[in-house]
């Protein structure tokens, strides 16, 4: 046996794979797994340790199996080593530079009808920041983020936020009956933008997810992944200053992951500031702020 270290210290045992006692639980089995596979992806053992280990944790402390939460270990560990090379290779230098200030929230509520959903939240991000906002279903993070993009109002505290805001809603970000072309058109329209230009960067947008779109075909019948790429290029073909995601992947593979992270980092270093809501424990880590909601427990 190996052992790992937790995050609350605790040591959780890894199998070596040989003798071992048969007394190794499934999630050590599924730890054990994602080592070797970490560390045959060329990740170095000591962080190849930590890293299983946090996975473990992170399963262990939201009382979720590790194979339900994160899938087979042989995948999970790709997309880590995936994750930790980007993250290299894209890492900012410490000296990084903050912009001006794109959203700042100051006491922030928000009621429906007699029901409060929010309840004082503050929030400064600068341009060349990302934040993430996390919170159990239903602790507003949706609501937070109509808010910012300054399409539900407020009850109570202040909103400031910069002029060109991008925004990819949860739901209905794009219309079924249209092709993605034609989103690229209309969402240029507004940005007073002509029609070849718009479609020319959202294509080009759209290849960095990996994906180019097929002429003529409507989103209808696109993958549900493939609409949500659809709906992460609209909300930055006007260059914003300021880019609101909710829940962005959903539905994302592997490969498209990464790359939306490698996206995410270049807007962050080309001066944006990006909000993003998520329920990926291990984003948190590359982000520079995290803001938990918490249920609001009064009616
Ligand atoms: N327009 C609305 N009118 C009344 N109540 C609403 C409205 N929009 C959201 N709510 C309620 O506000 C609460 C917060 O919803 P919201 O969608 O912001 O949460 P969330 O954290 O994004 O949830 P999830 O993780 O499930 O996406 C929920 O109880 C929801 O039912």
Redesign the pocket.
């Known amino acids: 046996m190996g052992a790992l270290q937790d995050r609350d210290g605790r040591r959780r045992r890894l199998a070596t794979g040989r003798g071992g006692g048969g007394d190794v639980t499934p999630e050590e089995e599924w730890g054990t797994q994602l080592l070797k596979h970490l560390t045959s992806t060329g990740i170095a053992l000591a962080e190849a340790r930590e890293l299983a280990g946090d996975a473990l944790a992170e399963a262990a402390a939201a009382g979720i199996d590790p194979r339900a939460m994160y899938g087979p270990a042989v995948a999970y560990a790709s997309t880590v080593a995936q994750a930790v090379r980007s993250a290299t290779a894209t890492a900012a230098p410490l000296s990084r530079t903050r912009g001006p200030v794109v959203l700042r929230l100051h006491g922030v509520s928000k009621r ?2 007699r ?1 409060r ?1 929010l309840k004082n939240v503050h929030l400064s991000l600068r341009a060349g920041e990302v934040a993430a906002i996390v ?10 983020l109509n808010i910012c993009a300054g399409l ?1 109002r407020a009850t109570s505290g202040v909103v400031e936020r910069t002029a060109r805001v991008g925004y990819a809603p ?1 739901q209905d970000g794009v219309a079924p009956l249209l092709t993605p072309e034609e989103h690229f058109r209309l969402f240029g329209a507004v940005h007073r933008m002509g029609r070849k230009k718009a479609a020319a960067i959202g294509t080009g947008l759209a290849s960095r997810l990996g994906w180019r779109p097929r002429e003529g075909v409507v989103v209808a019948h696109l993958s549900g992944g493939t609409q949500q790429k659809l709906n992460v290029v609209l909300s930055e073909l006007n260059r914003p200053e300021l880019i609101l995601l ?2 962005p992947y959903q539905g994302f593979d592997q490969g498209s992951y990464v790359d939306f992270w490698d996206q995410v980092f270049r807007w962050r270093d080309g001066g944006a500031g990006i909000l993003v ?1 998520t ?1 990926m424990l291990h984003d948190l880590d590359r982000v520079d702020h995290v803001l938990e ?1 918490q249920p609001v427990e009064e009616p």
């Open positions: 429906y009808r029901r959903v919170g159990a279903n239903g602790s507003g993070k949706s609501t937070l539900t949860q909710d829940e809501v329920h909601l």
